[in-house]
C-alpha cells in the first residue's frame, strides 16, 4: 500500500482514494514572468515521478497543474518590458512548456490558467462574503477574516497569535486585523482589471489555487502538492478559502518538496542565486538533471552544485552503458526481487534515492551476467529499462545517449588542444578564459611537462 507522508498531520498515511481507483491531485505550478529555474524543475520532476507511480499503480490520475498569469511580479515585469502582460506570459508559459518537455515530464491532464478562471473566482469571493469569511474594507479591497477560520494554522503548524506578535505581514490600516489578505484588489492605473460586484480590480494570488483547484476536481479531492516555500501563507490561505467558501473538507493529503539550495541558501529569483534549467541543459543533458533531482528524497533539501551534476551524468552513464548492446523489447525478468523491492520503496512515500539503488544493483548483476548469461543479462536489461521508466529514466537508446556523452568528452579535448595553441602563441587571456570554461563544467586541467590531461571533480 502507498503511503505519503501527510504535512498537515506530519506522518505517513495510506492513499484512501475519496473515489475507488481513482486519484486527483493538484500541483501549484509556475508564475510565469520569466525562465524555470532548477527549483521550478524540482516541483516538476517529483510530482511528475508521482503521477506515473500512482498511475503504474493502476489509478487513474487526474493531475492538475496550474499557471498564475497574473499577479504583482507579472505587471511590474510587463512595465518594465513596455510589453502587454498577455505577451509576456504567453511567452514564458511557452518557455515553461518546452523546459518540462525537455526534462521529460509529462504534461498535466489540465493547466489551467488564473485568467480565464475571473468568473469562478469571483464566485468564491461572494460565497465568502456570505459565509461572514470575508469583508470589504475602506479601500474597496475584498480581504478574508483570518480570525473567522479557526483552523487557520493548522497545515503550517502556526498559531495567530504568534504571527501577530512577529509582524510577519505588512500592516495594512483598512484591514480588520494585520493577517487578513486580500482576495480581490481594487484596479491601480494603467494595471490589468476585471469587473466585479465590489468594483474593477484583480484577484489576489491566494483566491486564484482555490478556485481553480475546487471547479476542476470538485470541493474535495485527494492531493494537493508544492514547494515547503508555499505551506505557509499560500496553502494555509487555500485551505481557510476553499472551506471556507464550500463548508467542505478541502484536501485528504498535502506534500511539499523540499528546496534547492546554493550555499545554504533556498535557490529563489527574489535572492538572485538560481539557475534557470536552460543554463543547466546547455552543460548537461536534460535527463542527467532529472537523474540529480531523484538523488533526494522529495522533502529533503537538495543542494546544486557543478560537481553533484557531474557525480549524476557519470551515474546514469553506467546505467546506460549496462544497457548497451542488448535486446531490452519486453523481455520477463525471472528474479521478481528487483521488482518487489521498487515497489517497496516507492510505496514509502516515493523514496527515489532508494529506487536509484536497486536501479545500480540491477546494472551491477547485468554486468555480471554479460559474460556468463546472455539470455539473463537480456532480461535483466529488460527490468531496468521497466523499472527506470517508471520514474522516467532510461528510456533513451543507450547507444544515442552514450554517443552524446562521448562527443562531450571529445569536446572537452578540443578545448584542451585550443588552450594549448593559446599558451604557445602567449595569448594568456584566451588560455585562462578556456581553462575557466572547462572549470565551470567541473573539469580540472592537471598540466606537466609533456601534456596536459584532465579529470572531473
Known amino acids: 500500500m502507498l503511503n505519503i507522508y501527510n504535512t498537515l498531520t506530519r506522518k505517513k498515511q495510506p492513499l484512501t482514494p475519496i473515489k475507488p481507483n481513482e486519484v486527483s491531485i493538484y500541483v501549484c505550478g509556475m508564475t ?9 524543475a524540482r516541483v516538476m520532476v517529483v510530482f511528475d515521478v508521482a503521477v506515473r507511480y500512482l498511475r503504474y499503480l493502476g489509478f487513474k490520475v487526474n493531475y492538475i497543474s496550474n499557471i498564475t498569469d497574473i499577479d504583482d511580479k507579472i505587471i511590474q515585469r510587463a512595465n518594465e ?3 502587454d502582460f498577455n505577451e509576456l506570459t504567453n511567452r514564458f508559459i511557452q518557455a515553461m512548456l518546452e523546459d518540462s518537455d525537455a526534462l521529460g515530464v509529462i504534461r498535466p491532464d489540465t493547466q489551467p490558467r488564473a485568467t480565464k478562471f475571473i468568473p469562478e473566482i469571483i464566485a468564491m469571493i461572494q460565497d465568502l462574503l456570505d459565509n461572514k469569511h470575508a469583508y470589504i474594507t475602506d479601500s474597496g479591497d475584498v480581504c478574508y477574516s483570518v480570525k473567522s477560520f479557526a483552523n487557520y494554522g493548522n497545515l503550517s503548524g502556526k498559531k495567530i497569535e504568534e504571527l501577530r506578535a512577529g509582524e510577519r505581514v505588512n500592516i495594512d490600516e483598512s484591514k480588520e486585523n494585520s493577517l487578513d489578505f486580500v482576495l480581490w484588489k481594487m484596479a491601480k492605473l494603467n494595471e490589468p482589471s476585471w469587473d466585479s460586484p465590489w468594483g474593477t480590480g484583480r484577484p489576489g494570488w491566494h483566491i486564484e489555487c482555490s ?18 516555500d508555499l505551506q505557509f501563507p499560500h496553502h494555509e490561505n487555500e485551505i481557510a478559502q476553499s472551506e471556507g467558501a464550500t463548508e467542505e473538507k478541502f484536501v485528504n493529503i498535502w506534500m511539499h518538496n523540499g528546496f534547492v539550495r546554493i550555499n545554504d541558501e533556498k535557490m529563489s529569483k527574489s535572492l538572485g542565486n538560481f539557475f534557470t534549467v536552460r543554463e543547466v541543459l546547455k552543460k548537461y543533458q536534460p535527463e542527467v538533471l532529472r537523474y540529480f533531482i531523484l538523488t533526494s528524497h522529495y522533502r529533503s533539501p537538495l543542494n546544486y552544485s557543478d560537481a553533484d551534476l557531474n557525480a549524476a551524468k557519470q551515474a546514469l552513464t ?11 523489447d519486453n523481455k520477463s525478468c525471472p528474479d521478481d526481487s528487483y521488482k518487489q523491492r521498487f515497489t517497496a520503496v516507492m510505496d514509502d512515500d516515493f523514496n527515489s534515492p532508494e529506487v536509484l539503488a536497486i536501479l545500480f544493483e540491477l546494472s551491477h548483476s547485468i554486468n555480471k551476467a554479460r559474460t556468463d548469461d546472455l539470455p539473463l543479462a537480456t532480461q535483466l536489461a529488460s527490468e531496468l529499462k521497466r523499472l527506470g521508466g517508471i520514474v522516467g529514466l532510461l528510456q533513451a537508446d543507450p547507444e544515442i545517449y552514450l554517443q552524446g556523452i562521448e562527443q562531450d568528452s571529445a569536446s572537452i579535448e578540443q578545448l584542451i588542444v585550443d588552450r594549448k595553441t593559446a599558451r604557445q602563441q602567449r595569448n594568456w587571456a584566451e588560455a585562462d578564459r578556456i581553462r575557466d570554461e572547462l572549470q565551470q563544467q567541473g573539469i580540472v586541467l592537471e598540466d606537466n611537462p609533456s601534456s ?5 571533480i
Open 32 to 40: 510565469v514572468y520569466d525562465y524555470c529555474h532548477v527549483g521550478h
Open 81 to 83: 518590458n513596455g510589453e
Open 211 to 228: 478556485a481553480m483547484s475546487t471547479v476542476c476536481l470538485g470541493n474535495h479531492f485527494d492531493i494537493h502538492g508544492g514547494g515547503m
Open 318 to 328: 553506467r546505467l546506460y552503458t549496462a544497457l548497451r548492446n542488448l535486446d531490452t
Open 452 to 456: 596536459t590531461t584532465w579529470r572531473k
